[in-house]
């Protein structure tokens, strides 16, 4: 019993390492699939795409970089998968230069699973530098920030622009981000223009940003894996609803992940919290 | 819809209107509104490049318009160009990036739901000029005078030999103590003197406990470890360890192989700092000045190692992790109050009292502050926005 | 399983294990992948001084003949003056001046932002502002909180009686704080482990896909 | 003289005239500024010579001593090799120095950042013992806002996450500013006393 109780307040290093490995690897390669709530953020951005009609244009922006990747990435998917499975127009930017790669291969990705035309259905313009001023830029005139998309086509030339000039044609704007860029989107595209905006931000940046959406800058907001899983199993119901192939649950698979880690650590902190009343009791005795 | 027509719009407006029939342009004569409704003036409190328009909307009008296209010419008499297209019906506009002490003339668009357009009289002329001082840093710049004159208040008190009192602070108690064990152990101390540049106050404050370990370590002969992330930190920390030795006559104890860079990688740093912490097994470890998300690999590899660890940093997103894997943490304003508490040095004690009066002074400012705002009075508020 | 073909993969995942591999213990598969990362980034960084700090901020400047720029060349070059044991002591002229100029850039900055800004952030409005009970609750506990956490900063006061008390309490809020704080990371830290092995797992060993 | 008075006059002079500066929104006073934050840049990259200088000769020692001359040698060759790139080839997009800091640099950094999943378990087990209070609050807080981001959280309570998000959106928030305004004050303190020259540490006290 002494023995036992020791072992447990004395776990050493490798043990709790080899646990907590386990516990994370395991649910990427095996989902859990832990039940899903999906909180209100992710619900009324969701519900909002929802309502638009088809044939509407939103744009999203890719203004992460590889570093915040696992949790940015997934929401991009899932926003990308949503939107074009309903038939609205996906215009993609970039505002933060390492993640042009990124965005590119995303929404190549989606649109080839949906069978999605380039031009018409979606269309990709790459980076600009000088945040302020692409964002107040495409208030006046997309086709002045951008006059050729990624590959270097006049973007005149793509159907999907010959309706689209401003942000009175573009129904939303999703910024995905692991910095300030959703604050800057708010301060230029929303105050002044008063375009819809969304977040898609990494954990530790939710903090920062969940007063935006009580005042409704927001349309609403996927904060850190948790949102993207949430929007994951969305999307995966619609899918489901459609008769579409769902898609690889990328976040869902993390979030069981961040679970199984967060359950560890609460356990053996239980586990060194008993040993070590055990042990003063016994002590103290 | 969009605004697509604006350019048609413009085409239409952009010749002085009042020197032309009304009626060969418009079905309805353009609505003027009174120079008296706008304001313009050279933005105050900058570099001399702008120029403020502010206006008021007569009873009802503002619910009516739909966006303002703000025009600017050099000259009353000649075609004014747009400048700005401004959707809804703003109150003010501010027009930047226009040349100093030149004289400008604006007019003023509104564009209403109905599809009429009014404008304002030709305004003008205005210029904008630099300013010597920034009137919006008042606030500031009073706050700035009160602590530092409160700051040398108690200096020249201190000169005249006031003693102080200084409560405890355990982490500073335990410094003394930490470098005894690396002696009793016959092992090294490790000192990271934070991750920061030089002109981040927590890395100076760093240095000046880096200063005072030095000496300690210097009387005991016990060797003392600095890897350096920043290449001027990494002088003036050498400068101060070299320094420190010289100064309790021990300039031989001093080997330059000691204190040395690593890398500006954060994580390259952290590795390598990692396997100092292994290889060497320091018995103590200093992790004192500013701190990012290494700070755990740090700490937690420190405390793997069973080192006696003290940190110290003002970054408050790093607290937590140094609170829970250290032995001992200086929190934010503990470690600037090291400097003054390890030298017991009087002038450098005398200004944690003007810290402290100042504290009071501000927790005071707050309490007043919110109970006038209760009462919706809220200069105090408009006070410290100010800054 | 479809194992990456692009060498670069291999080269980045076989470098990662190493890394992992410290979580065992010290070994010389660690110690290597960190040798090469102090050289490769402490390179990678001389470079970057060079193009990013040297050359556009002070030799491009006196190329043009901008003669204010020949100030701080001299002072960089004061740095080499410690291999010369007799004037070695020149080397803090260019530590004054920056030692001087941060100092003064932060006083008025750090007044504004980690002073005014957090005071005003504090400071309670009139009732009718708050949206709810419960954010005229939650602005009384904040204003509350700060003040309790100020006392427990006093230094020249012993911690005894009305300002004991009132530290202690102090003391528990930033506890709260710290730990809500751990807590909240911990998703951060584990969402970056899963962006690592989904490189090794999926681009390299081709076992997950997005 | 050269060695104590011009350097305090030199950190008495620059401190003052920033300081004075933000208050003087002038072009003269702005191009000030810029050329100053310069000369700051420039500065602090030129100690990048000294600071290379002082890896390449820890090594070089370590080596010379014949004590970890392979580790040591990785740790030359590779500096060496990567500046000669940076320096005298190239360092656009698709060159072999970008390369090789995405390809090596990159993913190790990564790597060493995600090692903190296992330190923040291994921090948690061995330091949150509920011993007094204080070490009790800390460990709940942690609780609280781990189980109340995960679904779990839910299940037990519907309100749970908000009550999460709570903890750390207004204790969380006191506990921030207090320290905050403390840090504030004591930075100033410590630029004061070294524009006057009363801390002197940095010139051996």
Known sequence: MNNLIHKLTHLNRQTIYGILALGIILPLLFPLRLPEHVSPPVQRLYDYIESLPEGSAILLSVDFGPDVLPETYPMFLAVLRHAMARNIRVIGICLNPAGIGLGLEGIQKVAKELHKQYGTDYVYLGFKPNLGATMLGLGEDVHKVFPTDYYGTPIDSLPLFRNVRNYNDIALVVSFSGASHPALWVAYANARYGEKIAAGVTGVMAADYYPYLQTGQFVGMLAGMKGAAEYEYLVEKLFREKGLPTPPPFAIRGMDSISIAHLLIIVLVIIGNIGYFMERKQKGA | ?387 | MHLSTDPWVWVAAILSLFIFSFLYKDNPLYKFAEHLLVGISAGYYLALYWHNGMYPNIIAHVKDGNLWYLFPLFLGLLYFAIFVPKYAYLIRWPIAFLLGAGSGIAIPATFQASIYKQLEGTLLNPLNTYPSALAVFNALLIFFGVLLVLTYFFFSKEHKGVLGATSRVGIWILMIGFGASFGYTVMARVSLLIGRLHFLLGTWLGLLRF | MAARTIPLAIVFFFGVLMTVQFYIPHPVSQRLYEMVLDWMNGVSAAAIILAVGSLVKHHWRKISRRENVVYSGVTLLAFFFMAFLGLFVSIAEDSLFQTLFANVQVPLQATMFSLLAFYMASAAYRAFRARNLEATLLLLAAFVLMIGIIPIGYLIHPKFADFAQWVLNVPNMAAKRGIMIGVGLGAIATSVKIILGIERNWLGG
């Open chain 2, 1 to 387: 819809m969009g605004w697509v027509s604006l350019s048609l719009l413009w085409l239409a407006v952009a010749a002085p209107p009042d020197s032309l029939p009304a009626d060969t342009l418009a079905p309805r004569p353009p609505r003027v509104l009174e120079a008296a409704r706008f304001h313009l003036q050279d933005t105050p409190n900058d570099a001399g490049h702008s120029v403020t328009l502010r206006w008021t909307y007569p009873p009802g009008l503002q619910d009516s318009v739909r966006a303002v296209i703000v025009l600017r010419a050099e000259a009353p008499d000649v075609p004014m160009q747009e400048v700005k297209f401004i959707p809804g019906a703003p109150t003010v506009y501010k027009d930047m990036g226009i040349p100093s002490r030149t004289p400008f003339y604006y007019r003023v668009l509104f564009l209403t739901v109905t599809g009429d357009t009014i404008q304002s009289a030709v305004l003008g002329p205005v210029e904008a000029y630099p300013q010597w001082f920034h009137t919006g840093r008042i606030p500031i710049l009073l706050g700035v005078v009160l602590y530092v004159g409160l700051l040398l208040w108690f200096i020249v008190q201190a000169r005249g030999g006031k003693e102080l009192f200084l409560r405890k602070i355990p982490g500073l108690e335990a410094v003394d103590e930490a470098i005894g064990r690396a002696t009793e152990m016959g092992r090294p101390i490790l000192y990271v003197p934070g991750l920061s540049t030089i002109d981040d106050i927590a890395t100076i404050a760093s240095l000046n406990i880096l200063s005072h370990v030095t000496r300690k370590a210097a009387e005991y002969e016990t060797p003392i470890i600095v890897p350096n992330r920043n290449p001027v930190v990494y002088t003036v920390s050498r400068e101060i360890v070299k320094e420190a030795y010289t100064s309790v006559g021990r300039p031989d104890l001093f080997d330059p192989d000691q204190v040395f860079y690593v890398t500006d990688s954060q994580f390259g740093y952290a590795a390598a700092v990692s396997g100092i912490m292994m290889r060497d097994r320091p018995a103590t470890n200093f992790l004192i000045g500013m701190f990012w998300a290494e700070s755990l690999i740090l700490a937690e590899t420190g405390a793997a190692t069973g080192a006696i660890q003290i940190a110290g940093t003002d970054a408050v997103t790093q607290l937590p992790f140094f609170i829970v894997a250290c032995d001992y943490t200086l929190i934010g304003e503990e470690l600037y109050a090291a400097s003054a508490y390890l030298s017991r040095e009087p002038l450098l004690m005398a200004t944690l009292k003007g810290q402290d009066w100042m504290k009071f002074i501000l927790g005071t400012a707050l309490v007043l502050g919110s109970l006038l705002g209760l009462f919706g009075i809220t200069w105090v508020h408009h006070f410290f926005a100010g800054g």
